[in-house]
């Protein structure tokens, strides 16, 4: 049993350039999430979904697009990549009111 | 913004020694979680309190939630040098739609 897993691991951009973060869970999990973690912060939402099929804005959306593929997957685009973007990314998943299960993490450079 | 903010934003202590942590969120919840993250890794969950519990045990881990001040508190029992993380508290708001805020953590270290 996986849980939830991220790649890349680490990836290093230049300014303008775009990639896509993937996240798979096979928990069987209906809620995934992306957050963004900067140094000396907790965690920031950048977008959720609480079912297949959907997708919401949190906190920090502007700059991201992401695309829930499937129940299992749930994927974060950075169109045109810029410096203020270099964070370390975190996805989630959860079943209903209960904890969630993150990822190790995709730590990202921009250039 | 952020909803849980935990005080203080670094403990260091000895082993064997207790670390009380706090947390304090602004509006009204379902539940309040507290996570773990180590160094480089990502945040593993330690437990969850709803907000009709007002105290909750797990191994060396005692967390009180208290709704009418809007705080709750996580305490580690003789504490360990393995126990050196980060903790943050996590608020679902109440009539959300399941998203936790996370607080910017506690830095603890705890010293052999």
């Known amino acids: 049993n996986a849980g939830v897993t991220q790649t890349p691991k680490f990836q290093v951009l230049k300014t303008g350039q775009s990639m896509t973060l993937q996240c798979a869970q096979d928990?069987?999990?209906?809620?995934m999430y992306w957050y963004r973690q900067d140094p000396g912060m907790g965690l920031r939402l950048i977008y959720y979904?609480?079912?297949?099929?959907?997708?919401d804005k949190g906190e920090v959306p502007n700059g991201y697009n992401v695309s829930r593929l499937n129940k299992r997957e749930f994927s974060l685009r950075l169109e045109s990549a810029a410096p203020s973007q270099t964070s370390v990314y975190f996805c989630a998943s959860t079943l209903t009111g209960v904890r969630e299960y993150f990822g190790a993490g995709t730590r990202l450079s921009v250039l | 913004s952020q909803q849980g903010e935990e005080d203080p934003q670094a403990l260091s202590i000895q082993e064997g020694e207790n670390a009380t942590m706090n947390c304090s969120y602004k509006?009204?919840?379902?539940?309040l979680q507290w996570y773990r993250q180590n160094s480089g890794r990502g945040l593993v969950h330690l437990i969850l309190i709803r907000s009709n519990e007002r105290e909750k045990h797990s191994g060396r881990l005692r967390v009180t939630l208290d709704t009418s001040k809007k705080s709750s508190s996580l305490l580690i029992t003789a504490s360990r040098a393995a126990d050196t993380a980060s903790y943050f508290c996590?608020?679902?708001?109440?009539?959300?739609?399941?998203?936790?805020?996370f607080g910017k953590g506690t830095k603890l270290t705890v010293n052999p």
């Open positions: 509006t009204s919840i379902n539940n």
């Open positions: 996590a608020t679902e708001e109440k009539g959300g739609s399941e998203k936790l805020v």
């Open positions: 979904s609480a079912s297949e099929g959907t997708t």
């Open positions: 928990m069987n999990h209906n809620s």
